[in-house]
């Protein structure tokens, strides 16, 4: 699309500038309207302060669609609904029957200063906020279509995906059918797009989102047949466990796969020290499936708590197959858990070895109707880096051994621990 | 003050707009201008295209001191030296000196396009990038003074607080020597606010900034004594463990402690399911100090990895002081550590009763030379949140037991367990 819509982001508040509160707005709206096809031209940052009338202006002359979020609420600071009107060039109309619809819901703010909250600027709609008492407003400056919007971001983001994405998709965007999305695990972002570059394209474009445990990709453009054969290139080059159709948060699929199963899983972390622990804990719910199990960071606890052979740590190494499965037997037979899961390995930046270089990892695992195994790997990066791959490599295998309820397909894991950052 | 200098954020980059990467510029940057008295009059994000140059040249009309950051790569893209020159109206000088300074440290780069990092603005200086090849920039365009960094956070941060700080500091900012710096723990930041504003303030200012673990106050303005004065103010409203004088991180200094008085330490996690050793974990060369524990998520657990009777936990309940008290000893005594600390509650949503409410939580903790103790509290929010002030309620419970070494003073706890939130 050469004829992309310019959208200016505009964020307003003291605590932004300063640096208290990390802007979370730009992370949440950009990606969802890159997926229909909108570019930001700009984000900003401003404080609360008369300066934002002039920027708005500016804004509004440089862009199609400006999206303004904060200074909404009831008190003095909060200048958006005036800024607006003096930049649009109208005059702030009380609006009865919003005020009505407010204090329909909440009763107590009659007579309060909430009552500036009524204020629309004149040739502006009110958006319903249904998750505060702000509403939002959309109307025009010139050309450009303005839509401003709470700052608190729960109210934000319902404001944003219910009433401004489906009108701008509607007006300007790509629709959903035509965009594919896929979530991609371990694999960095350069690897991704290389691999992206490599496929002919044959008119499709693609974008790509980093989030905390995967990237997402879109794949826009063509028809349902051409996205479909781009992503099926990308599953051949990465392997179908790493890219996947559709919007999934791998640790979050693994613990609904338990649940389902009605089967339940412990641990014993090493290095991970409870970072596996943490992350599926982190899902309520999770006593269902979880267990717990042991940190066993030093020889000591390994063989207090797992009763593992200190003969054996000592022959083969606490970083070894041997290791990593007389963990994960251990501690499934231990817990009467289904299964057991288990880390060993080395998270620097000390304490690396020739033999046993920093990143090594094996990660074990049993089952009770499958048996135990161990994969060995080796991930390069920071002490943090080492530890969260390694974590969501234990939810890739764990996910492998529920499905499939048999030994693990070596061969592909060996495969995999060489291609694993 | 009220001649505080104004500044000018700017980063560039296409992934900064389009949301896959956050910025993390701001929160590093602005409030250590914040602390030198220098305010953000606004920050801007944008693409890697031509409009920089407009851009640019407004801020510098519009602020004393303007911050680039981003674009300064070797490749096509990276276009902010060619901007930089035409804002400023001026040539592009290639700096020979410049050159073979940085070929002289990455001799792989002669003759590549990194020779494109050392073309010089006319009248602009270069500021030596002491983690990566490309250069900083200063100078001037009209009266706003320049800094140009680059865009990743290691290189931008170093060359921020090496060369760009203290030379702000020096020309406009408060001196080190005029602030107190406090850090303070388990205080929410309406509480925190709430009383600043009601200690006389004497001409005195603070500012804060909410971190991970910690809110940090700046106290700035009058003589040492009144903002000493200040600080002990806050104390005796929060307590000194809450309020303390410098810039500390509580699980790092716990940490510390234990290594400086070669201790060990162990945990047996119930809700918290792994975060408590997590976060010790993540301190490199913690296998010093930690000996690991267990996640006793389950009543099964707790049986089968801590020796903890059925009885025991049917008749007091699993939240409850004798269960955290008997997890602490027992995982203290079972992987002969001088510490053992212990976690059960509830993290919510589900799994509340009338009698024990979601967000409840007892904490208990074994020291070789100074018995048995656990205290409880009640934390309301989310159940992150719980989950993680529960792990900071347990590091300032360690270390008031590694420096007492003695009966903790209960009393003072019971109070604590009101205020904490």
């Known amino acids: 699309m050469s004829d992309r819509k310019k959208v200016s982001l505009l964020f307003i508040g003291t605590e932004l500038t300063n640096g208290t509160v990390q802007d979370a707005h730009t992370r949440y709206i950009s990606p969802r309207l890159g997926e229909i096809g909108l570019d930001v031209r700009s984000v900003q940052l401003l404080p609360d302060d008369r300066s934002i009338s002039r920027e708005l202006k500016r804004e509004a002359a440089l862009s199609d669609i400006v999206i303004v979020a904060g200074g909404l609420g009831p008190t003095s600071d909060d200048l958006t609904r005036e800024i607006v009107a003096d930049a649009a060039d109208c005059a702030l109309l009380f609006n009865q029957r919003l005020w009505e619809s407010i204090t329909e819901r909440f009763e107590h703010l009659s007579g309060t200063a909430n009552r500036n909250q009524a204020f629309v600027p004149e040739g502006f709609e009110p958006i319903p906020n249904k998750r505060g008492t702000a509403p939002g407003l959309t109307g025009s400056i010139g ?240 002490r943090e880096r080492i530890r969260s791959k390694a974590v969501l490599i234990g939810f890739l295998l764990l996910e492998m051994s529920i499905k499939e309820n048999k030994s693990l397909d070596s061969k592909r894991m060996w495969q995999y621990s060489k291609v694993f950052l």
């Not at 804990?281 to 063989?303: H, L, N, R, W």
Request: glycine fraction near 12%; hydrophobic fraction near 35%; aromatic fraction near 10%.
């Open 143 to 382: 050309d450009a279509l303005l839509f401003i919007l709470p700052g608190p971001p729960r109210e934000l983001q319902g404001m944003f995906d219910e009433d401004v994405l489906p009108l701008l998709r509607r007006n300007y965007g790509f629709h959903k059918e035509d965009m594919l999305e896929a979530s991609c695990f371990l694999i960095c972002e350069s690897g991704l797009e290389e691999a992206c570059q490599r496929i002919p394209s044959q008119g499709l474009s693609w974008g790509t989102r980093v989030q905390s445990r995967r990237i997402s990709l879109y794949i826009r453009g063509g028809n349902k047949e051409s996205r479909s054969a781009f992503l099926f290139s990308l599953q051949k080059h990465f392997g179908k466990e790493r890219v996947r159709q559709g919007n999934i948060d791998l640790p979050s699929y693994v613990f609904g796969l338990l649940r389902e199963k009605k089967k339940r899983l412990s641990c014993a972390e090493s290095f991970t020290g409870g970072l596996f622990g943490k992350t599926i804990t982190d899902f309520p719910g999770s006593s269902e499936v979880f267990s717990g199990g042991v940190i066993s960071y030093t020889a000591g606890t390994k063989e207090k708590f797992l009763g593992i052979d200190r003969s054996l740590l000592d022959s083969s190494g606490a970083v070894s197959r041997e290791t990593a499965v007389a963990m994960a037997l251990s501690v499934r037979k231990i817990s009467a858990a289904d299964f057991g899961i288990s880390f060993t390995g080395i998270a620097g930046p000390g304490g690396g070895t020739e033999k046993t270089p920093v990143g090594t990892v094996w990660i074990g695992l049993s089952s009770l109707e499958g048996g135990e195994y161990a994969f060995p790997f080796s991930i390069s990066g920071s």
